[in-house]
């Protein structure tokens, strides 16, 4: 189970939503870039940057400070998601390091959109799937789609995407516990890996997210919980890593 600390850029710093409300953030950090270094002491084997801004005006606004945390780790993997639209922002993200890419809002707008990416960039792109009550949300969450989720994934399953991140808006922020429930029925309708986000709290998150770790939720991403010290990455990444070789 990967562990992937969350860098959430708003205005150049790093924050923290509650459920996704732009106007509901705390600032952490004046300087993401030291944040990263943090995590990667601490370390984090990937990185997990939304460029929030981006999110809602539907085009990067943080790329530069993304740009700068990948030339500082060029070893340290990382996904970005945020106001990625059109292929020319995939390429310069890949480009300058970026690992793999999240597509969101414009996964569900434009599906083809998707299709095209996994063909020209394959291994590379993720789909972030960001859910209230079964219903995929977008635009920064302000909107809710028709869209279910698990139908959804199955499709960008067949288009060939690497991975889906599944969030539950309702715990995104909140503490109070992830749904693992959710997740693991997620992860069963689907054979490429799930990564898990939105409302990890404790260990016991941790270790419910790892007993469901074969269903194919590959990793979780944490963060209010390690920004306010109820987790401690490295501790947890060790937990993780003793339940994946006792469940092997």
């Known amino acids: 189970m990967l562990l992937i600390p969350a860098i959430d850029i708003k205005g150049g710093q790093c924050v923290r939503l509650r459920q996704g409300r732009m106007e509901d953030d705390t600032v952490f950090s004046d300087n993401p870039v030291a944040m990263a270094e943090r995590w990667f002491k601490a370390g984090a084997r990937r990185l997990h940057i939304v460029d929030l801004d981006g999110a809602i005006d ?4 943080n790329a530069a400070i993304v740009h700068d945390i990948v030339a500082a780790f060029p070893d340290l993997p990382v996904q970005i998601g945020g106001g990625i639209r059109d292929e020319e922002t995939v390429d310069a993200y890949l480009e300058a390091g970026v ?3 999240i597509i969101g809002t414009a996964a569900v707008n ?4 998707v299709a095209d990416l996994a063909i020209s960039f394959p291994g590379h792109i993720i789909v972030g799937l960001d859910a209230r009550d079964g219903k995929v949300a977008i635009d920064g969450w302000s909107k809710l789609s028709h869209h279910d989720v698990i139908d959804i994934a199955q499709h960008f399953e067949r288009d060939g995407v690497e991975a889906i991140v599944y969030t539950d808006i309702s715990r995104d922020g909140m503490m109070l516990g992830v749904n693992v429930e959710a997740t693991e029925k997620l992860a069963a309708a689907i054979d490429i890996p799930v990564i898990a986000s939105g409302g990890v709290a404790s260990e016991d998150d941790i270790r ?20 306010e010290g109820s987790l401690d990455l490295g501790h947890c990444q060790t937990l993780a890593d003793k339940l994946g070789q006792a469940a092997g």
């Open 58 to 61: 539907g085009s990067p606004v």
């Open 99 to 101: 690992r793999y890419v």
């Open 208 to 227: 419910a997210l790892c007993a469901a770790e074969e269903e194919g939720i590959m990793g979780a991403i944490l963060g209010r919980a390690l920004y």
């Open 110 to 113: 434009q599906p083809h959109f």
